[in-house]
């Protein structure tokens, strides 16, 4: 009956220690001052930074707010429907005429979506990934790095020779990206589906979420720091707990909202959190802490076996020799 006294205590002190890091990652995450600094060091970033908020913030979330106080309030007084009207008496009498005010009111409505808003999502969508480099650009600029940021110090002696020169590195850095970019859409495909299970989706789908995002962040970084896809991987799963806790910030600011509003919400804030990414130093502080992470038994987490797996499938469908090129991109 004494047996499981050591245990409970193993996992209270791993559940101590996860929560901790967690926390770590939530602290870093909202470490926003960051952005001030960045921007003030480079004029181009506070160019790309400003425009990203007045697009999808003034624009963007300004354009839904004008439709739900302004544009419906002011339908619904031209339309009304049945339940604007004062008795029984009149809803009786002008019944037709309520159900063609609210077929005209619904038309008119989805009219304002479909030649505006859904528009002018896709534009936001594609220009603001498009703003989202060059933000992640200036702004890795105006931290004076560069050089390679080394996310594993044993490697960082080899890391020189593993780089390919010329048309060959051409060849492995378009294939890592596509094998990313592949990676990075199952694991969202994984999000979706985590959201429909009962009880536990809402949980799971948090947690998911929030290391999508922290993924997204880093990522930029990582790219720019020329970090192969493997060794980032590696690094992410071994740090699990700090990164879930870095994208919980990004995930809370939008997990209640409806789609369009945490569109344009994330919109503005996503550029914010990967500057705070960018200016980030947990690479070398995380590390240090490396060795007592696995001697508390935390290890490394499969956060991305699973999207890794249906790509690996996914990948099947095509030709066996763009398999083994993306194969052999993957290795190194």
């Known amino acids: 009956m004494e047996a499981p006294e050591p245990l409970i205590k193993v996992l209270g002190e791993k559940l101590k220690r996860a929560s901790r890091l967690w926390l770590d990652g939530f602290l870093e995450a909202c470490c926003l001052h960051r952005v001030v600094i960045l921007c003030r060091r480079s004029k181009k970033l506070l160019t790309r930074t400003g425009q990203c908020f007045l697009l999808n913030g003034f624009i963007f979330l300004g354009s839904l707010l004008i439709l739900n106080s302004v544009v419906i309030p002011t339908l619904q007084w031209i339309l009304p429907d049945q339940h604007s009207m004062i008795n029984s008496h009149q809803l009786g009498v002008f019944g037709g005429t309520l159900k063609l005010y609210s077929f005209l009111r619904l038309g008119l409505i989805h009219l304002f979506y479909l030649f505006w808003f859904y ?13 989202y480099n060059d933000i992640a650009r200036h702004g890795f600029a105006a931290m004076g790095q560069s050089e390679p940021i080394v996310v594993d110090p044993v490697s960082s002696n080899t890391a020189q020779t593993e780089r390919s020169i010329g048309l060959g590195k051409v060849v492995i850095g378009i294939g890592e990206q596509l094998y990313s970019l592949l990676l990075i859409n199952s694991f969202f495909l994984e999000v ?45 799963e071994s740090n699990w707990a700090f990164f879930a806790g870095f994208g919980s ?6 997990f209640f909202f409806s789609p369009l509003v945490s569109y344009g919400v994330m919109a503005i804030l996503f550029p914010l959190f990967v500057l705070t990414a960018t200016g980030s130093v947990a690479e070398n502080d995380i590390y240090s802490q490396r060795t007592t992470w696995k001697c508390a038994g935390l290890g490394r987490l499969p956060i991305f076996y699973a999207a890794d797996t249906l790509s690996m499938k996914l990948l099947t469908l095509f030709p066996r020799e763009s398999q083994e090129k993306t194969q052999k991109n993957k290795e190194l």
């Open 192 to 236: 979706y589906a985590t959201g429909l299970l009962p009880f536990v989706g809402k949980a799971l789908n948090f947690l998911l979420l929030s290391w999508m995002y922290a993924y997204y962040c880093f990522e930029y970084k990582w790219n720019l720091s020329e970090v192969s896809l493997d060794r980032r991987l590696d690094y992410f």
């Open 249 to 254: 910030p990004c995930v809370l600011a939008i």
């Open 119 to 131: 528009p002018l999502y896709i534009f936001s969508f594609i220009l603001s990934n498009i703003w």
